[in-house]
């Protein structure tokens, strides 16, 4: 079975320029998140949805963050205008039910270079 | 002070050796644990998870210590393979907020 995934796997883009990160989640899996990891920071959470609907998005830095989540299968993360220091790598992962305790399984990640 | 805490390491163990590393949580409402492995440049992925009553899968031992907030991972026999990050995860199943991650124990093992 496909597991999580990411496009574009890497991406070097000029400062100011947007960026539109894509995730296609595990079928039948109904909650999504979006992560980005950097070696200062580390894992952070940066919005989960639930059936499609935005559950908590107070991890999403600023207004230059927008996630939508149109349909079961498709996620976007933008950033627009895109600083250097939201170079990073983003994953999305997903899970079934996850309240219950369940697992999340990651996409292999988006590596993001500001310049 | 973080939510969920965990020595960086390095651990520098030699290939055959016995391993344990901590994590802290400061959120006393936390219901699940997990130990999550990360391996250079790949995704997190799931190693166990950790139960009240400690489990066990082959070489890895993980317990949780609700008195105290923290869960530990066990390694025995390390090998070479095991060579990664930790990454321990807390999830609060109240309230919005979904897993946290720590920041992870680097573990190296050598030949």
């Known amino acids: 079975d496909a597991g999580v995934i990411q496009s574009p796997r890497h991406e070097v883009t000029e400062m100011g320029q947007e960026v539109t990160l894509r995730c296609k989640p595990i079928?039948?899996?109904?909650?999504l998140f979006w992560y980005r990891q950097t070696m200062m920071r580390g894992l952070e959470l940066l919005i989960y949805f639930n059936n499609n609907v935005p559950i908590d998005d107070s991890g999403m830095p600023e207004d230059r963050f927008s996630a939508k989540m149109p349909n079961a299968s498709f996620s976007t993360l933008k950033i627009q205008p895109s600083e250097p220091r939201d170079s990073a790598v983003y994953f999305c992962?997903?899970?079934?039910?996850w309240g219950s305790g369940n697992t999340i399984y990651f996409g292999e990640g988006s590596w993001l270079t500001v310049v | 002070r973080k939510e969920v805490e965990q020595d960086p390491g390095p651990f520098n163990v030699p290939e055959g050796a016995t391993v344990a590393f901590n994590c802290t949580y400061s959120n006393s409402a936390s219901q699940s644990f997990f130990w999550y492995r990360q391996d250079c440049r790949k995704e997190p992925k799931l190693l166990m998870s950790v139960y009240s009553s400690g489990n066990e899968d082959g070489r890895f031992t993980a317990q949780l210590n609700r008195a105290s907030q923290y869960i530990s991972l066990l390694i025995r026999d390390s090998k070479l393979s095991d060579s990664a990050t930790y990454l321990c995860?807390?999830?609060?199943?109240?309230?919005?907020?979904?897993?946290?991650f720590g920041s992870g124990t680097r573990l190296q093992v050598q030949p």
């Open positions: 995860v807390v999830n609060r199943d109240t309230g919005r907020r979904a897993l946290t």
């Open positions: 992962a997903s899970s079934f039910d």
């Open positions: 079928s039948g899996h109904n909650s």
